[in-house]
């Protein structure tokens, strides 16, 4: 089993950043790509957006709403992911969770979500 933990949320003011972290634990010997989710208000699980994904070689993808004012990085020797995102606003507003995928397979596995509100 992998654990996530989340951290780094909160509310922030239009224009603000914030960075999330996410440390993950437990069977991770093959720990291929981590990265970033967000479900929007009112939207469902399988409705989760992809915002950003590095893979353990370092490749990065990002999303089209996000490219630009957001970086992901990634400290293999902690098992630990950042999300910097700036110049946020309220379309930015969701629940972000943390991914990891996993061995042969690359078998997903989630962190509990942090929410993000980005209001005056």
């Known amino acids: 089993q992998v654990q996530l933990v989340e951290s780094g949320g909160g509310l922030v003011q239009p224009g603000g950043s914030l960075r999330l972290s996410c440390v993950a634990s437990g069977s991770i010997f093959r720990l291929y790509a981590m990265g970033w989710y967000r479900q929007a208000p009112g939207n469902q699980r399988d409705q989760r957006e992809l915002?950003?994904?590095?893979?353990?070689?370092?490749?990065?993808n990002y999303a089209d709403s996000v490219k630009g004012r957001s970086t992901i990085s990634r400290d293999n020797a902690k098992n630990t992911v950042y999300l910097q995102m700036n110049s946020l606003s309220p379309e930015d507003t969701a629940v972000y969770y943390c991914n990891a995928q996993v061995g042969i397979k690359h078998s997903d596995y989630w962190g509990q979500g942090t929410q993000v509100t980005v209001s005056s």
């Open positions: 915002v950003a994904r590095i893979t353990n070689s370092g490749s990065t």
